[in-house]
């Protein structure tokens, strides 16, 4: 069954560093989302990418956020500057198109010290 | 924003009975709402979706029901199994957007 992969599954990283994690949305797939979760809380919403483009986002996606298909099917997520509340599980997902279902992948667990 | 909230953070039942996990949701736009089941550590697995033409659909021992006029959305699971146990998110989608909004979460513990 198809999936949607990421790596790393765990990555600690300092303060004011640069981060970037990866995915790969189910090949057939169109719409690419990124969420996170805080541990212990629920799953929110950062952005969706359609068509090359960002075509939604949530307040917490601010300027330190970004998102880019570098090729034919990587989706990345760039944090540029960490901070510690930036610590969370970062779940890439997919969708074939508009408000289908959403597949998840088994996330990146950022730890920001 | 939206509102989508769950009834009770926790629930536990013994195993082969059968469970019913509830979420409200405040967006009398939402249209479309999927059940995600989140085993620790992770990500959430789809396990059945409704759309707001439908007020009831089943799947393999899962049922969800959805009743539009009091912005409530439930998930049964028939003969609950100690796999079962998880967090369970209701997550909605309207018209006005692709995005998704989840709930808080129900962890379910099947006592065997």
């Known amino acids: 069954e198809p999936e949607v992969t990421q790596t790393p599954s765990h990555q600690v990283t300092q303060m004011g560093q640069e981060v970037i994690l990866r995915c790969v949305p189910i090949?057939?797939?169109?719409?690419f989302y990124w969420y996170r979760q805080i541990l212990g809380q629920k799953v929110e919403f950062l952005v969706s990418f359609y068509n090359n483009e960002i075509s939604e986002k949530s307040e917490i996606f601010d300027d330190q956020f970004s998102v880019e298909r570098p090729d034919g099917s990587n989706f990345t997520l760039k944090i540029r500057s960490t901070k510690l509340e930036d610590s969370a599980m970062y779940f890439c997902?997919?969708?074939?198109?508009?408000?289908?279902?959403?597949?998840f992948g088994e996330g990146s667990w950022l730890t920001v010290v | 924003g939206e509102s989508v909230g769950l009834h009770l953070p926790t629930l536990s039942v013994q195993e082969g009975d059968n469970s019913i996990i509830n979420c409200a949701y405040s967006?009398?736009?939402?249209?479309?709402f999927i059940w995600y089941k989140q085993e620790s550590g992770k990500g959430p697995q789809f396990i059945i979706d409704?759309?707001?033409?439908?007020d009831k659909r089943q799947g393999q021992r899962v049922t969800v029901l959805l009743n539009k006029t009091v912005k409530h959305l439930s998930l049964q699971i028939a003969a609950t199994q100690p796999g079962d146990s998880a967090v369970y998110f209701c997550?909605?989608?309207?018209?006005?957007?692709?995005?998704?909004?989840f709930g808080t979460g129900t962890s379910l513990t099947v006592i065997p």
């Open positions: 997550a909605e989608s309207s018209n006005t957007g692709n995005q998704f909004y």
């Open positions: 409704i759309r707001s033409n439908m």
């Open positions: 997902a997919s969708s074939q198109g508009v408000r289908n279902t959403i597949y």
């Open positions: 090949s057939n797939h169109l719409y």
């Open positions: 967006n009398s736009a939402s249209d479309y």
